[in-house]
């Protein structure tokens, strides 16, 4: 039998609906094991083990009586700090935040409870969702559960951390230059950015407003797509928000790729930014065996990364820049060093500079959509580079902007990392995938055809 920790989402709904697993036996054993764990990994800011419990209770009641709420009745999820939680502080792990409880859930949370989901707590985040691992805040960085010495990526690390260790199998994370993506890639598991707009932000504090968005973690495709079907739909009190058409996100999860046309952007990490041969093997690896299940590999060209991320830096800067500007000039001494580093450049650009990023913006828009009418889905790198140590600035400095997931945000487009295999040091390397715009069904198709034919998500660290 499954140990409850490595659980899945899907696995533990079935069994609560089933009446084979009680949601207390299930939460009791993820506490358990944050206690034995979360001392060396910081997953946890906040852990609200008597609620998740009393939570528990109640969810096992109503299984008892016949009544699920919904498709992750009885499963325990984390939450990002810059979530808010009704009734606990949003601290966005600074100290800059006031220390005041928030009055609602955000949309994102509130769906998640509706569908029965336990809320265990708040988790690790870097500063802001930007200021990368740094050791003084208020709150420690979290760690990399496959080696504690290595960072977990970012800003999303506690929920990357924990959905890897085991503490529990979904979190809900954010994604405005990778924030999903590189946990995902730097853990081993499953981090989705949506489309633009498919999922609400409201009750999400923001970084840039038309670059945020909210994605789900776990440990197998399968998951994410079953937390995409609660998380999606349209919020009108979110400007942001799409109104898009509803898909069975897990209908094709079995059918293979056979002649599906994959699209891969070699250039990314070939020439435009080179990646650790490592990482490039990796790749090559993940088309190897996509080509041998059947999809009809072919080289795709994009704008160089250098483009995409200068558009994506000018745009977040600007806009996080117009968020923080009063607390950075009146009180700068309180954010960490690395965030308010990040967030200095908003101050010294103009205008024109902003008009001129969302101009070429809507370009690559074009460009993206224009090479994704050719194929169904591409494939291309997500982190250049296995995750660095965590206790070495100068190379987490080096290292955490070498990554493709940047240009996503920019365009909006769907985008999923999962792991696609490991380094010689037991590191995960990662590999993307992206798609056209509310088409996360067929992401989650080729993503989940990779997973079956290389047992990825059999593979977790040895912490425990």
């Known amino acids: 039998m499954t140990a409850l920790h490595w659980m899945t989402a899907a696995q533990a709904a079935q069994a609560v609906a089933a009446r084979t697993l009680s949601p207390v036996d299930l939460v009791q054993a993820l506490l358990e094991r944050t206690a034995a764990l979360d001392p060396k990994l910081n997953v946890y800011i906040r852990l609200e083990a008597e609620a998740a419990l009393a939570a528990a209770r109640a969810a096992e009641a109503e299984a008892a009586s016949g009544r699920l709420r919904g498709p992750l009745h009885g499963v325990p999820v984390g939450i990002k700090d810059i979530i808010d939680v009704a009734g606990l502080p949003t601290t966005c792990h600074s100290k800059v935040m006031p220390n005041e409880n928030a009055a609602a859930d955000a949309v994102c949370v509130a769906r998640l409870r509706q569908a029965g989901a336990i809320v265990m707590g708040k988790l690790s985040t870097h500063e802001f969702a930007i200021g990368g691992p740094s050791f003084d805040l208020p709150w420690p960085p979290a760690r990399n559960p496959w080696n504690r010495d290595h960072h977990p990526g970012g800003s999303s690390s506690g929920s990357g951390s924990g959905v890897a260790a085991g503490l529990f199998p979904a979190a809900l994370g954010s994604d405005t230059g990778g924030s999903v993506r590189n946990p995902a890639s730097a853990c081993g598991i499953v981090g989705l950015k949506p489309t633009y707009g498919l999922v609400s932000r ?48 897990a209908a094709r999860l079995e059918h293979g790729v056979r002649d599906l046309r994959i699209g891969f952007v070699r250039h990314f990490h070939e020439t435009d930014m080179p990646a650790d041969p490592e990482v490039t093997a990796g790749l090559a690896q993940v088309v190897r065996v996509l080509q041998g299940e059947g999809a009809v590999i072919r080289d795709v060209t994009l704008p160089a990364l250098g483009e995409f991320a200068a558009v994506n830096r000018v745009i977040l800067n600007s806009e996080a820049w117009a968020i923080h500007a009063p607390w950075l000039r009146e009180r700068p001494g309180d954010y960490g060093q690395l965030g308010r580093r990040r967030l200095m450049p908003g101050a010294f650009l103009g205008a024109g500079d902003y008009v001129q990023a969302q101009r070429r913006r809507a370009q690559l828009i074009a460009l993206v959509e224009a090479a994704l009418e050719g194929v169904d ?5 997500s982190s250049m580079d296995p995750p660095s140590r965590i206790d070495q600035p100068d190379v987490v400095a080096r290292t955490y902007p070498r990554q493709a997931r940047t240009p996503f945000n920019t365009t909006g487009h769907p985008a999923l990392a999962m792991m696609a295999g490991l380094s010689r040091d037991g590191l995960p390397l990662s590999v993307q995938f992206v798609a056209r715009n509310f088409d996360e069904a067929t992401l989650f198709q080729v993503a989940r055809a990779w997973e079956r034919a290389s047992g990825v998500d059999g593979m977790h660290p040895s912490i425990v």
């Not at 889905?377 to 790198?381: D, F, K, N, R």
């Open 377 to 381: 889905v591409l494939i291309c790198a």
């Open 202 to 249: 409201r009750g999400v504090f923001p970084l840039a407003f038309t670059l945020d968005h909210i994605g789900p973690l776990t440990r197998d495709v399968a998951d994410n797509a079953l937390m995409m079907e609660v998380l999606a739909g349209h919020d009108p009190q979110d400007p942001g928000s799409a109104v898009a058409p509803r898909h069975g996100y």
